[in-house]
């Protein structure tokens, strides 16, 4: 049986090429942690296409889901249509 998460957060990095984790996200999801809950951290979001992003939701969401987030903190600084062979566009 698939394990399936309290809360799953999907984050970015800063800016392409400098790969770096956001240290907001994770530290939410230490905190979550310690208080019980499990938690998936999806890094690098930018690099997911949508068929990828609707396969980890499938796995990862359950009966026992109870929130899905998103970090939008360094989505202002894309370049809008932004296409290079990590960022994926369908």
């Not at 396969?55 to 600084?77: H, K």
Request: hydrophobic residues 40%; charged residues 15%.
């Amino acid at each position: 049986m698939a394990t399936t998460f309290d809360v799953i957060l999907f984050t970015d990095t800063t800016n392409y090429p400098q790969w770096t984790r956001g240290y907001g996200t994770h530290r939410l999801a230490s905190h979550l942690r310690q208080h019980g809950f499990s938690v998936l951290v999806v890094d690098f979001s930018i690099a997911l296409t949508y068929s990828l992003f609707t396969r980890i939701c499938d796995l990862a969401i359950g009966d026992n889901t109870q929130m899905v987030g998103f970090s939008t903190t360094w989505w202002p600084y894309r370049v809008p249509f932004q296409k290079n062979e990590i960022v994926n566009l369908t």
